[in-house]
């Protein structure tokens, strides 16, 4: 399966202009770590304290239907129209599709099919805007020749960094065959379990960089000794990842909603299977990447919204994509997650997928999702 090379998304329409999507990256300042706009700034949420049943959810039957209200997110629709007018109305799926257990016997959460994958592409997207368009954080030099990227999944990250070093050998891994058939002539994909034993050469790669496994590998600590083996002494290592527990500063996740319970869910399902959702937040990647024994550890924190309800024009973008993607394939994201590992029925997801779809909408509640990035080095021998 594969999906045309660097497609251009189309621009929303919000309520005022957002950026169209580049055709590789979107070149601005350094941003310094973004702080989403709250009525208040309280700190962290609360833990939550009950984990919701498919049940519950069930009980509450469908959402009453929106209202017209000024916090609803009327921009959401008209951008999620404008959007699906380009790029999301000529799928018809009947089922979902996910890895080959021929390539991993592991459990991820997320499809692999062309309804999931052009999701992925808006939120690779508002990623990017997130971390103000930079391909990497780390000082690496213009005559790199080694790069791999772990968990590659479309390409798009790939393709770009190998058109900004041409010089470059690039190598993009994943678990499935979905990267473009085309790509510029100093990069490959291969089709490889980042989570079992890496076959490269070691002290082979100038850069390391992964971004976005979060719920896919079942352990970090085992990951960065193959990723400290295979860098060159001098190589720095990349790593970008968030938690899956959305948090809002002013208390306006409600307990027992929706949204609440997303995290709750995901953080549980990892918890079964054995894969953490909650990079971000348990330090994971300085603990992990230390104890691998790279050094110079950077950190960066990026708030990433979950609709456009910031002033800062650029998270109102980021969180405008973000939300977009999100709507355009959120039983993708649950089915999983809520039917294989937690047990639910089609009716439980479709009746919590409504509630939560409602208040993805709703701009009264400021929610967003904690990523960092951390890059270091292996030290000179």
Not at 18 to 32: F, G, I, L, R, W
Not at 216 to 238: F, H, M, S, T
């Amino acid at each position: 399966m594969s999906i045309p090379a660097k497609r251009k998304a189309a621009s929303p329409a919000p309520e005022t202009p957002a950026p169209a999507v580049p055709k590789t990256k979107t070149p601005t300042p350094d941003p310094v770590s973004p702080t989403p706009v709250s009525p208040t700034a309280a700190g962290e949420a609360s833990e939550p304290a009950e984990n919701f049943t498919g049940a519950h959810w069930l009980q509450q039957g469908l959402p009453e239907p929106d209202e017209t209200d000024s916090t609803l997110g009327s921009d959401i629709e008209s951008s999620t129209a404008s959007i699906s007018s380009s790029i999301l109305n000529y799928r018809t799926i009947n089922g979902r599709t996910y890895h080959s257990d021929a390539v991993t016997n592991g459990e991820y959460w997320g499809p692999n099919d062309p309804k999931h994958l052009d999701a992925l592409e808006l939120f690779a997207h508002a990623t990017d805007l997130m971390i103000g368009g930079k391909l990497h954080f780390a000082p690496i030099t213009k005559d790199i020749k080694h790069t791999i990227d772990i968990g590659t999944g479309i390409g798009l990250w790939a393709i770009d960094f190998a058109d900004e070093y041409p010089q470059c050998e690039v190598i993009g891994t994943d678990i499935s065959p979905v990267q473009p058939s085309w790509c510029p002539p100093n990069l490959s994909f291969e089709i490889n379990d980042a989570s079992k034993e890496w076959t490269f050469k070691p002290d082979h790669f100038d850069y390391v960089h992964i971004r976005f496994l979060n719920g896919a590998i079942p352990d970090w600590a085992e990951l960065y000794k193959q990723a400290y083996r295979v860098c060159k002494p001098g190589g720095w290592i990349e790593h970008l990842d968030l938690s899956s527990v959305p948090v809002s500063d002013d208390d306006s996740i409600a307990k027992g909603s929706a949204l609440e319970q997303y995290g709750i869910l995901f953080k549980e399902a990892g918890k079964r299977l054995g894969l953490t959702q909650t990079i971000a937040e348990d330090n994971l990647q300085e603990n992990g990447l230390k104890a691998a024994g790279f050094v110079n550890l950077a950190v960066k924190e990026f708030k990433m919204p979950a609709s456009p309800w910031p002033q800062d024009q650029n998270l109102k973008n980021v969180g405008l994509f973000v939300n977009t993607a999100i709507s355009g394939d959120i039983e993708g994201i649950i089915q999983y997650v809520c039917g294989n590992v937690m047990g639910w029925s089609q009716e439980e997801m479709a009746i919590y997928i409504a509630h939560l779809r409602k208040e993805l909408k709703d701009k009264s509640i400021h929610g967003y999702w904690r990523w960092k990035l951390v890059y270091a080095q292996k030290p000179l021998e």
